[in-house]
Nanobody
């Protein structure tokens, strides 16, 4: 199982970015997926999750109303559209496959991608 995250970069505060996570070697279309982020010196934190069919989505309070998670099962890809970015959104963003339990817990995910760096300047 391999997850390839991409789309990170440098953006000014208030700007937007769209992250992509392409999956291979896995029954992607039957798996719930999640995005997490990790800022320097901080623990990995939950950002968003989406069920296998896109029917339900979950967000951290810190990104609710600004970020949107979506997926395209035909392309084996999950997306994270980020808008109204803030400097505190600066982090490495990771996607992962959800195994079960609480969506907010990193311990409930596996097959982490390599991450993509998002830097928001003030």
């Amino acid at each position: 199982v391999q997850l390839q995250a991409s789309g990170g970069g440098l953006v000014q505060a208030g700007g937007s970015l769209r992250l992509s996570c392409a999956a291979s070697g896995h029954t992607f279309r039957h798996s719930d997926m999640g995005w997490f982020r990790q800022a320097p010196g901080k623990e990995r934190e939950f950002v968003a999750a989406i069920t296998w069919n896109g029917g339900s989505r979950y967000y951290a309070d810190s990104v609710k109303g600004r970020f949107t998670i979506s997926r395209d099962n035909a392309k084996n890809t999950v997306y994270l559209q980020m808008s109204s970015l803030k400097p505190e959104d600066t982090a490495v963003y990771y996607c992962a496959v959800f195994l079960g339990g609480r969506y907010y817990g990193a311990e409930n995910y596996r097959y982490w991608g390599q991450g993509t760096l998002v830097t928001v300047s003030s």
